[in-house]
Every structure is written in structure tokens, then in C-alpha cells.
């Protein structure tokens, strides 16, 4: 008796796409990148698009419930700490974007947040499109390689996927997916998924190359691709401005890179560049839009005293760079001004030092200079909560009270900096 042999899904899905694939790997970004031709701003634009298609697919798996879906999406390693560091390299470029691909990006993301909340299932035929390309990638690794390798030091990190790992990953992501129970219309639906995404892909991949006619604009996605679509500087200057500032801050605090790491890094510019823009602004409209980001950022475990740090570092930056403009970027210092105020207003100066010098001396130095100036963000989270951010302390002390980073002795000390501080509110009320 002859017995029917099983198509597995993966089997499903390979035959399915097999046509939209060919048609991917014959459009011309592809052929001038075998080629080595390819120009640095289609690579560019190609990374920025997959690292906001990849943060919003691994945003949207973190709001599944439990169940096999999400242990087997969020138990694949995330590619987009791949792309931020093959974009890291080029950040000093500041590199437009291409308007056409924004459009495209945004449709592909709004699809895979629309997918999760009418269809989750519907997100395994996006996740298995671009496991896929950890294939494909590996194929034009080289030619990446031989054509920007001299400016990113012979690396490409999206490119070269799970190195050595590539091939037992797919393997054992071809063995998930074909135990999935799905039925015949599930898997029906699944496919045609994955061949709209292909469609998408090729709509999105046909912008990055050729750029004749192209519009290039500066985006808050050219700083940082999670950002959104948030205004920042037309003018390069000042966006060096911004992103010069926002790396001296995060070394003022180096809490935030330990705490928040590439993500932190990624918003701090584009946060900077957004505050440059606000100096268009007459000054009400200025100061209550910094207000707003203060409590935002104070009730997510940033102290208010770095976005006036940030400020006035902005100020600083900007007014050497383009001097011409110093009276047009007062209102950025006025901001940091005010900011200042109303925390000394809840913790006077005098006190407010020596709270911090305090939590410095109980801590070595803040840890031999590690985490610096944390002092300063216990006390001003005290006085943040103080003027209304609900959630100052407690977001901040979440992280400053973990017992896998530090020791008892750090745990007293912050338990005796942040009671000494409210109570210097208490008194000072």
C-alpha cells in the first residue's frame, strides 16, 4: 500500500514563496550589491528599515500571553542588537534617510502590530520570512564585505546572522514551527502572510535602490530607529550638535548606559535632537514641552536632573557649533533654568550637595566612579516625586536596589541617601 507522504509547514511555506523569493534576489539592490556597487546610503537605508521592522516585531511577541507562540518567538535571539551595532559605525555620518522607505517601513510595522492584536498566529509567517534571511544574508556576506568592509572594520553583524549558529538555529526553528497544531486554513492563512510580507519587502527593498529622484531627509529614524516619527534638525550641524551633547550627558550619568545599554544610547540622540528643535518654539510652548518629557522620562526611572543637564550640554553644543544662532537657542537654557529651580525649590542647593557627597563617600567613589553622580539622581528623584512624578523613586530604585548588581553595603547607602532626602522635603515643605 503506497502512503501519502506529509507536508510538513516549513515545506508548506518553502514551496509557496519560492517565486517571491527569485523575484527579491533579481531586484537591483541585490544585483549592484553582487556587483560591489552598491552606494553606502541603500546599505544604510536597508539596516535602518529592518532594525524598525525587527524592534517592532520583538515589541509586539513581549505582549503575547504565555503559550507556544511567544516561548517560541521570544526564545530566538533578537537580530536587532545586530543592526544596531552594524549602525553604530555610522553614526558620525549622519547619514540622510530615504523618504520613500519611511513610508514603506511604517506600513510593514503598523502590519505587524495589527497582526498581534487581531491575529497573533499571523506574526509566525513575518518571524519565519526573516529567520530566513539569516540564509540568505549569509550568501551575501562577502559582498558586503568586499564593499564596505574598509568602513565598518570587516564586520556586519546582520549579515553574518548567528555565525556559526546560522544553520542549527534555522534547524531548530524549522522543528518548532512543523510541532505548531495548526489546521489546514491556519496554515493556508499563514502563508499568504509570508507572501505579502515578501510583496511588502520587495516594495521596500525597490526604494533603497536606485536613488535617482530619491528624496533624502534627516529623521528622527536616521538617529535612532525606534524613535518614531518625531521632528529633529535639517541642519547637520545641529544634529552633530545634539548627538555630541547626548554623549556627554550619558557619560555625566554612566547609570543610563549601564541601566539602559544600546537602547538608552539610541534615544538619548534622538531625544537631543528633538530638544533642539523646540528652540523654534516661543517660550510657553518650550518649557511645557521639556515639562512633559521631564515627567515621562522621571517616571521611567531618568531623574529630571539629566534632562537639564542635557539641556544646558545642548546649549553648550549648539553655540559653538553654530554660533550665529546663540540668541535663537537661549530658550534650551531658560528651559534647564527652570528645571533647576523647582528641584532646588523641594531640596535646597546646600543640602542637595550634601546628600549626594554623602551617597559618594558611602560607595566608594560611587564605585570607584562606575555609577558617578548617582547621588544626584537619588536626591532628585526625592524632589521630582515631590513635585508631582508619581512614580520618580520607585522606578529608579527598582533598578538601584537589585540585589544581582549590588552589595547591602550599596543597599544601606541608598536607603540612608533617599530618607535623608525626604525628609529634607518633609522639613523643607
Known amino acids: ?7 510538513t509547514l516549513m515545506d508548506s511555506l518553502k514551496e509557496a514563496i519560492r517565486e517571491q523569493h527569485a523575484r527579491m534576489e533579481a531586484l537591483p539592490f541585490i544585483a549592484e550589491l553582487t556587483n560591489g556597487q552598491l552606494p553606502l546610503e541603500s546599505y544604510v537605508g536597508q539596516l535602518r528599515a529592518m532594525a524598525v521592522i525587527q524592534s517592532t516585531l520583538d515589541h509586539e511577541l513581549a505582549q503575547l500571553n504565555a503559550g507556544e507562540l511567544r516561548t517560541l518567538l521570544l526564545g530566538r535571539p533578537s537580530r536587532l542588537a545586530h543592526l544596531r551595532k552594524d549602525l553604530s559605525v555610522f553614526d558620525k555620518l ?9 513610508g514603506h517601513t511604517r506600513t510593514i510595522a503598523e502590519r505587524i502590530r495589527r497582526y498581534r492584536v487581531e491575529q497573533p498566529n499571523d506574526l509566525l509567517g513575518i518571524q519565519y520570512v526573516l529567520e530566513g534571511t539569516t540564509l540568505g544574508n549569509a550568501v551575501h556576506l562577502p559582498d558586503i564585505l568586499r564593499t564596505f568592509g574598509s568602513q565598518t572594520s570587516g564586520t556586519a553583524y546582520y549579515y553574518t546572522g548567528y555565525g556559526d549558529r546560522t544553520a542549527e538555529y534555522w534547524q531548530e526553528f524549522c522543528v518548532a514551527m ?3 497544531h495548526i489546521n489546514q486554513d491556519e496554515c493556508a492563512r499563514l502563508i499568504q502572510v509570508a507572501l505579502d510580507f ?18 533624502m531627509i534627516y529623521t528622527a529614524g536616521m538617529l535612532n530607529p525606534e524613535a518614531g516619527d518625531h521632528p529633529v534638525p535639517n541642519d547637520v550641524r545641529e544634529i552633530e550638535a545634539a548627538v555630541t551633547a547626548a554623549r556627554k550627558c550619558r557619560e555625566e550619568f554612566p547609570y543610563f548606559d549601564e541601566r539602559y545599554q544600546e537602547r538608552g544610547r539610541s534615544f538619548a540622540k534622538s531625544d537631543a535632537a528633538w530638544l533642539t528643535t523646540l528652540s523654534e518654539l516661543p517660550g510657553t510652548q518650550l518649557l511645557n514641552q521639556v515639562e512633559w518629557l521631564g515627567r515621562v522620562l ?13 539641556l544646558e550640554l545642548l546649549y553648550e553644543e ?4 553654530v554660533p550665529e544662532k546663540t540668541d535663537h537657542y537661549s530658550g534650551l537654557l531658560e528651559a534647564a533654568e527652570s528645571l533647576k529651580r523647582e528641584r532646588l525649590h523641594h531640596i535646597p542647593e546646600p543640602v542637595f550637595t550634601d546628600l549626594a557627597r554623602e551617597f559618594h563617600l558611602a560607595t566608594d567613589g560611587e564605585l570607584q566612579g562606575r555609577l558617578r553622580r548617582t547621588g544626584d539622581l537619588i536626591v532628585s528623584a526625592v524632589c521630582d516625586q515631590a513635585a508631582g512624578i508619581s512614580e520618580a523613586v ?21 536607603s540612608n541617601t533617599l530618607n535623608k532626602a525626604q525628609k529634607s522635603v518633609n522639613g523643607n515643605a
Open 1 to 7: 500500500m503506497n502512503e501519502t507522504k506529509h507536508t
Open 94 to 102: 549622519h547619514i540622510p534617510d530615504i523618504e520613500a522607505a519611511l
Open 178 to 180: 512543523n510541532a505548531l
Open 198 to 215: 515578501f510583496d511588502e519587502l520587495a516594495a521596500l527593498f525597490s526604494t533603497f535602490y536606485p536613488l535617482q529622484n530619491q528624496e
Open 298 to 310: 522621571g517616571n521611567r526611572g531618568m531623574p529630571r536632573i539629566t534632562l537639564e543637564r542635557q
Open 318 to 321: 549648539l553655540v559653538a557649533i
Open 394 to 414: 520607585t522606578s529608579l530604585l527598582t533598578w538601584l536596589t537589585d540585589p544581582e548588581r549590588f552589595s547591602p553595603q550599596w543597599f544601606e547607602a541608598v
